[in-house]
């Protein structure tokens, strides 16, 4: 008896030790909802760990995108990149797929979804877009030093006529962007005009057709980390709307 007592004390321990998995959100059918994680430029999927395992943690089924930013132009990474992923999920019958991006990974998600119709498209929430593209890459196409290295992706997003942000259109779709206001690059910010977060203006995220929009005092790369942001995200995919307090904006 002794040691019947002490093997179910064993496993109770064993059982009690391992990590707590939430359930997938599902219609009671065993359907899940995906979020599609994109990074931003010269970056990897792991700059979205953090919210990833934070939306895991509220029951989202996650793809966290590591997709070659450096090396294809936008188009190419929307239509030869994400949309095979896309087509896969689909082939699961998902409830809902949203899309939660970091800077260019939001215009390569307005491009994708620009051609593509997604039959259980959801929610999109938008880190720090460049939407009306950026004076920064402007200015680096300007310089023959700097063109040469700029990334095929990285000079789509200028505001001349051959920014591809600005010939994407309006967004048909549910969407949420939200901006930064801090920055730690004063050089940037002196190129910059009006408030930013050391990479892009807060004008320059907003774009037609938008559900709701957000600011909040954090720069370019520290938002998608930022426990607040976070939680903005979360709460537009379950509600469509952020999340108001005094001051965000």
Known sequence: MR?????ILILLMFFAALPVVPA?????????????????????????????ANLASQGYSVLNLDYPSLKYP??????????????????ASPTKIHFVTHSMGGIVVRCYLKHHHVPALGRVVMFT????GSELADLLKRSA?????????G??????????????GGADFDLGV???????????????????????????????GLADFIILPCSHNSIIRNKAAIGQVIHFLRHGAFQRTTGNG
């Open 3 to 7: 040691k019947a007592g002490l093997h």
């Open 24 to 52: 997938a959100l599902d219609n009671g059918q065993g359907q899940t909802e995906w979020v599609i994680l994109l990074h931003g430029l010269g970056r990897s999927s792991r700059s979205l760990a953090r919210l990833q």
């Open 74 to 91: 936008i188009e190419y990474l929307a239509h030869e990149i994400l949309h095979p992923e896309v087509v896969r999920l689909s082939k």
């Open 129 to 132: 877009p460049p939407n009306q």
């Open 145 to 153: 030093l700097f063109k040469s290295f700029m990334a095929p992706a």
């Open 155 to 168: 000079r789509e997003l200028g505001t001349d006529l051959e920014s591809l942000p600005l010939r994407l």
């Open 178 to 208: 939200i901006a930064g206001s801090k920055s730690y690059n004063p050089i940037h910010s002196l190129i910059l005009d009006g408030p930013d977060d050391g990479t892009v203006t807060v004008e320059s995220t907003r774009m037609p």
